[in-house]
């Protein structure tokens, strides 16, 4: 035997060092499975599972009659996960047609604000578009084709003030709202109805479990939970009659534009007087929400912001213009009321009271209450309002919600002006004169109001003083149009003017139409009230010629009125009974051929 | 049946089945089974044959072939060098077209484990300083040509192997001690700066969360997040859609932690304890000096393999590339395995056959 004991010994001790050091790998592996492997699993797990948010169907919206102004349709777009995103992002510019830089801009903006989630990219692809981004997906990284719910309106520009727009939710909204399940890419209102009820439209996002290898790329998928859709709303306007107020009063500002050689802006505002819903709103220029849903190019952005008649901006309720005559019958109602003068009063119009003239220059002469609201006798007026007071005043006319915002369910609503002595002591640090109130007896000087306003104090004066919130939502709707809410109309207040006197107003706006200056209103279908009025412009920079704003405002059927119509054309240069007054009869004819229910 | 040692060949053949099994699992796409494990499952059937084939030579037969085997290994590692291709940063490979590829630090951890052994086992029982430096001069020139290829892994396989036999056969420890000293303080003007980064991220993986670290973490979760059972095989989330990068060679241990559990890992440790239980058994019982020295080095390079395989997968030492023995794809690391315990049957076989000559001696003078 040549091999010494001491070998077999040193071999054992060896040996026994593999046996422990086996043992250690042993105990580590225990310590990593055993003890800590639901850390080590958690963290497996959300390496290899990605949780996509799903975007909900956006609600639609249905006009009266059911009719579809708004809804949501499926169509591709290109998102980038930014933690993700690799390979050459010139292939994706080029193939989408668009500016490397764009798309560097909208990775950038997703790493900021969620770079765990996909950022949509480019939105409602051409299938030219979705043909090109296929072929280059295997060469890039994080990049995903994705169907996703997309805008969609069917009338076009039509309504679009009060529809408003979507877009994508912008930085500051979506840190505020993140927590409530809204996802940076997410597509929220803007403006008007979209922007209003966008807690009811948007519905909640579902999200969907992808399982991803190493490069990003999905090899299946694991359970979903499916996004909560938006509830649809229901409108109280038709669109029937708003298409064709659209229309008329388009062809009246198209008139003008040859006429005048400058086009023009105008509104329409059709109420229930009974209770305020909103059967047209029409306001014009306007845009197209369209560009918005698919998402706005800049230069179409810059084209809409620098038009100088702002089409974004609404004329029915989101700009003010002095009133002139149409503020008559307010001032009448409060004048009744205080006292100041009876329906039996009866005036003398010389053509000028205190250095103000009447619009007929040589004067009215003698003319009882009724007829100086048909004929529109400013001096009459002038005499009432010096004789009623500033404070009087204002007291009517801020019941009859003049000076702040009528509540109606859209956004940035305007409250035009009711100019006080306390007013202009602040702003213009002067005091109030008696020329001011004179002035302010005909709806001229600093008063502005929206056509909006002139609705819901016409709608008091027609439907003896009560003053309704303007509404235009009349339902939301769950699915398989379930009805979850329902709009109930109920008098805000009531102004403090007997009905009798209201009932004399009334008789007045009924001579406008009859005999007075808003003839051309007279219809052979049912019996027009109305006012018209011609605001006296004074030349700006926006307004050279220094054009009149015209107005009409009407109600019909006269003896029980259930609809007020006010129609404002700005800078039209003519007369309120010219220009507006066929605009409000046409309007109303449709409305009682087609609409009313008799 | 006397003359084959059945425990040994019995778990070397449960860690092919199981790491083939594991090797289609992370390579396979489809139910098909994959090229990788049907390359492996025909280097297993080589290295089967090869390591029967060469239980039949009795263990002298090594020591005489020792010269000429240490010389082609060293040759092979030189040509490397001039005709290998790079992959992965390193010069490893030699092409042999149709048949693959061939990696000679491989058989050369074998060749040299013979010529060290063959050195050590003759003349006197007393190991001499002279006889310590020669041992090492031999290993020294295939770890030299090894760590510039660079493979730092193997490298550390070749020392560890000769410093085991050293040890066993009795070279002064105080000379021991003091060179592998000398050789630590060295190592770092020898190592490329991957491989200083390489121990430093192994110390801190957090740091460099997208480089080296960025294997050494994912293995570890991988196999945590195995837990007790496992996911299954073809069902480990990170292992089957390449969370674990290169987890068919070298980190193929993260998938059987990840897909196999705690049981599993535990398992294929038991299965290695017993293989090399196997081989010190047959050192232990060795009749020669040669016999001994064969065994305990084929014995220390597979614990090697092994506890710098795993270690290195849950964290315990630095990542150096080296495949888990019989487990890893990698048809050379198989062969020159499968060719080790050949070695190692030969010296069972022989102690058998010496006992057989023995028995019939008495027999003859009785």
Not at chain 1, 194 to 199: C, F, G, L, V
Not at chain 1, 559 to 575: R, T
């Amino acid at each position: 035997m040549d091999v010494p004991w001491t070998w077999r010994m040193r071999l054992t001790v060896l040996a026994l060092i593999g046996v422990w050091a086996l043992g250690v790998c042993g105990h580590r592996l225990y310590q990593l499975q055993a003890v800590e492997g639901a850390i080590w699993q958690r963290r497996a797990r959300s390496n290899t599972i990605l949780s996509v948010p799903v975007p909900p169907p956006r609600g639609r919206i249905l006009d009266a009659r059911g009719r579809v102004l708004a809804t949501s349709q499926p169509g591709y777009s290109v998102t980038v996960t930014p933690d993700e995103a690799g390979g050459d992002m010139r292939l994706l510019a080029h193939a989408l047609r668009v500016p490397l830089l764009h798309i560097q801009h909208r990775i950038q903006r997703g790493a900021r604000l969620s770079p765990h989630d996909p950022t949509v990219v480019a939105n409602a692809l051409s299938s030219v578009q979705v043909a090109r981004v296929a072929t280059i997906l295997p060469h890039l990284r994080g990049v995903h084709l994705q169907i996703r719910p997309q805008r969609r309106y069917p009338y076009g520009t039509m309504l679009s003030h009060v529809l408003g727009y979507v877009g994508e939710i912008s930085e500051a909204a979506y840190r505020r709202l993140r927590r409530q399940g809204y996802h940076a890419d997410d597509t929220v209102g803007q403006s008007g109805l979209e922007q209003q009820y966008d807690a009811a439209l948007h519905g909640r996002s579902g999200a969907e479990n992808l399982y991803v290898d190493a490069m990003g790329r999905t090899v299946g998928t694991e359970g979903s939970i499916d996004p909560h859709p938006g509830y649809d709303i229901r409108l109280s306007l038709d669109m029937d009659l708003q298409a064709f107020a659209e229309q008329r009063l388009q062809k009246t500002l198209d008139e003008l534009t040859v006429q005048n050689g400058e086009t023009t802006a105008g509104a329409i505002v059709m109420l229930d007087p009974r209770n305020g819903r909103v059967r047209a709103m029409v306001s014009r220029p306007n845009f197209d929400p369209r560009q918005f849903a698919r998402g706005i190019r800049q230069k179409e952005y810059e084209r809409l912001m620098t038009d100088p008649l702002h089409p974004l901006l609404s004329r029915a309720y989101q700009a003010s213009y002095p009133p002139g005559s149409t503020f008559k019958p307010l001032s009448a109602s409060a004048c009744l009321q205080s006292k100041v003068c009876t329906p039996d009063s009866v005036f003398y119009c010389s053509g000028e009271y205190k250095g103000f003239h009447c619009f007929v220059r040589s004067g009215h002469g003698s003319i009882d209450f009724t007829e100086a609201i048909a004929q529109s006798c400013d001096v009459t007026f002038y005499q009432l309002a010096d004789r009623l007071g500033i404070w009087r005043m204002d007291k009517f006319c801020a019941a009859f919600g003049l000076g702040r915002p009528t509540g109606i369910d859209l956004p940035d609503e305007q409250g035009g002006l009711l100019p006080t002595p306390g007013w202009k002591k602040r702003v213009y640090h002067d005091d109030w004169y008696e020329g001011d109130t004179i002035n302010l007896g005909i709806g001229q000087g600093t008063l502005l109001v929206t056509p909006l306003q002139m609705a819901v104090a016409v709608s008091a004066i027609a439907n003896g003083g009560y003053v309704y919130r303007p509404h235009l939502v009349d339902a939301i709707l769950g699915p398989h149009g379930r009805v979850l809410w329902t709009y109930r109309a109920k008098p805000v207040r009531r102004i403090p003017v007997k009905p009798k006197w209201l009932a004399a107003v009334r008789k007045g706006m009924e001579g406008v139409v009859d005999h007075g200056t808003g003839v051309a209103a007279k219809s052979t279908l049912l019996q027009l009230a109305g006012k018209t009025g011609t605001a006296e412009a004074v030349p700006t920079v926006d307004n050279p010629q220094g054009r009149n704003h015209t107005w009409f405002d009407s109600f019909a059927p006269a003896p029980h009125p259930q609809i007020v119509c006010i129609v404002l054309v700005v800078k039209a240069g003519g007369y309120g009974g010219g220009v507006c007054a066929p605009i409000a009869k046409d309007c109303i004819e449709y409305w009682w051929t087609h609409d009313a229910k008799h | 049946m006397r003359s084959i040692d059945v425990p040994l060949l019995a778990s070397t053949l449960a860690l092919c089945l199981l790491g083939a099994l594991v090797l289609d699992s992370v390579t396979a796409h489809a139910p098909h089974v994959s090229p990788e494990m049907k390359r492996q499952a025909l280097a297993m059937a080589v290295g089967l044959l090869l390591a029967l084939a060469l239980s039949r030579l009795p263990p002298s037969a090594f020591a005489r072939a020792s010269v000429p085997l240490y010389l082609f290994g060293v040759s092979g590692l030189l040509a490397v060098r001039f005709i290998g291709h790079i992959s992965h940063g390193a010069r490893r490979w030699i092409s042999l077209g149709p048949l693959g590829e061939f990696q000679p630090s491989e058989p050369a951890k074998l060749v040299l484990l013979i010529a060290v052994a063959t050195l050590l086992a003759n003349g006197l029982p007393r190991v001499t300083a002279l006889r310590t430096l020669g041992a090492l001069l031999l290993a020294a020139v295939p770890c030299a040509l090894i760590l510039t290829q660079p493979d730092l892994g193997t490298a550390v396989v070749l020392a560890g192997t000769t410093m085991a036999m050293l040890i066993v056969s009795g070279a002064s420890p105080i000379l021991l001690v003091a060179l592998c000293t000398s050789g630590v303080l060295a190592a770092p003007h020898f190592m490329h700066s991957y491989q200083q980064h390489r121990l430093t991220t192994y110390m801190h993986p957090e740091l460099d969360p997208m480089g080296m670290g960025y294997n050494l973490i994912q293995a570890r979760t991988a196999v945590g997040s195995g837990r007790i059972w496992g996911d299954g095989l073809f069902a480990g989330p990170m292992s089957q859609h390449g969370f674990v990068p290169e987890n068919h060679t070298d980190f193929i241990f993260s998938a059987i932690g990840e897909e196999l559990g705690l049981v599993g890992g535990v398992g294929f440790l038991l299965l290695y304890a017993i293989l090399i239980g196997c081989v010190v058994r047959t050192a232990l019982a060795g009749r020669t000096r040669l016999e001994v020295l064969l065994a305990t080095g084929v014995a220390a390079m597979l614990s090697l393999h092994v506890a710098v395989n795993i270690g290195m997968v849950i964290g315990l030492v630095p990542a150096t590339g080296l495949p888990l023995p019989f487990t890893s794809y990698g048809g050379s690391a198989v062969i020159t395995h499968f060719a080790a315990l050949g070695v190692v049957l030969s010296v069972y076989r022989s102690r058998v056959r010496d006992q057989d000559a023995a028995g019939e001696e008495q027999f003859c003078t009785a």
